[in-house]
């Protein structure tokens, strides 16, 4: 098998020119170029590519941590971060935390320990300080946001709330419920969706009852239970708001209790992900922009690994209502 010597030495120059062309770092001239290159197509040269990352101190791997890897809105992220990723030529370590802390530290220490390159995370079970004092490239999705040390991308949640609030008055509810993060220490910029919404619902005349939940739970079985029990204490709530396959999940036992959609009660949910195009009646939704986050996300992780100093901490894209048969 050919090494970097044989191309050098096919080609005519030295084996440090094989390297800036194969690294497409320093200068070379095009026509030195397209010697080396046609020397590692008649050599069959495949570069030793754990060999170069450990030169470069590289390792080509960024770490994506999310609570839930089953849950549709992680999963559409998670999909479009790798994608984004590879067409950048890194590959992606996906780390499922489960609420562990024990697992989001083990992948804090990864980073610490050169391991991955940089770390995209939309989960918080650790305290900010542990993010904070790894000094490596990390962005956020929704969760940490520190000034300075850590950028977080986001969209205008405070907006998606309002959205979902409005369609429901405009379509005549007056008891809206809707399940709602129950509050940490720390403030994450998705809860700026509940307030949006219960303060539109408010200012319309309409009472808002809020029914909290654990942010991290994604247990189809528990969401239920909640559900069940929210319609025996709600019996005549005419409007729902929530994340997708919550309001999946509440309207397929609406209608196994004989509740008719739109006519008794009215959904809209929040994300967007593609679960919730699938259902019938069709669901009025807010959708978030899960491509263009995950593509900024990287984007953005990728020129703090290069040495770019981010230009701002926040970036924050903008939702969309769009309409469906539960609220027509």
């Not at 754990?50 to 998670?78: C, G, K, S, W």
């Not at 309207?251 to 967007?272: C, W």
Request: charged share 25%.
């Amino acid at each position: 098998m050919a090494g970097i010597q044989d191309v050098a030495k096919k080609a005519g120059v030295g084996i440090g020119t094989v390297s800036r062309v194969l690294n497409k770092n320093g200068y070379v001239s095009e026509e030195t170029r397209k010697k080396v290159e046609k020397a590692i197509e008649d050599l069959n040269y495949t570069p030793n590519e754990i060999a170069r990352n450990l030169i470069q101190n590289r390792t080509n791997i960024i770490a994506i941590i999310v609570p839930d890897v089953a849950y549709p809105y992680f999963a559409e992220l998670t999909s479009e971060i790798e994608k984004c990723l590879r067409e950048h030529g890194y590959k992606a370590m996906i780390c499922n935390t489960s609420e562990e802390r024990s697992n989001e530290q083990a992948y804090l220490d990864m980073l610490s320990r050169n391991m991955v390159d940089g770390i995209l995370t939309a989960t918080h079970s650790l305290n900010i300080e542990n993010y904070i004092k790894t000094h490596k490239p990390i962005v956020s999705f929704d969760t940490i946001e520190v000034d300075g040390e850590i950028p977080v991308i986001t969209v205008d949640h405070k907006r998606g709330g309002e959205l979902a609030a409005q369609e429901l008055l405009n379509a005549g509810c007056r008891k809206i419920l809707q399940f709602r993060n129950r509050e940490m220490p720390e403030h994450f910029t998705f809860f700026d969706r509940h307030e949006g919404f219960e303060k539109t619902v408010k200012e319309g005349g309409s009472e808002c009852i809020n029914e909290y939940v654990n942010w991290n739970d994604f247990n189809l079985k528990h969401c239920e239970s909640v559900i069940e029990e929210c319609i025996r204490k709600y019996p005549d709530v005419d409007g729902f708001f929530s994340t997708d396959s919550a309001v999946l999940s509440y309207m397929k036992i609406a209608q196994l209790k004989g509740y008719k959609i739109p006519q008794d009660i009215k959904f809209v949910a929040y994300d967007g992900t593609s679960i919730v195009y699938s259902a019938y009646p069709t669901v009025t939704v807010v959708a978030q922009p899960i491509k263009e986050l995950a593509c900024s996300g990287v984007e953005l992780l990728l020129d703090i690994i290069n040495g770019k100093k981010p230009d701002k901490y926040r970036i924050t894209h903008k939702v969309k209502l769009i309409k469906g048969m539960t609220t027509s």
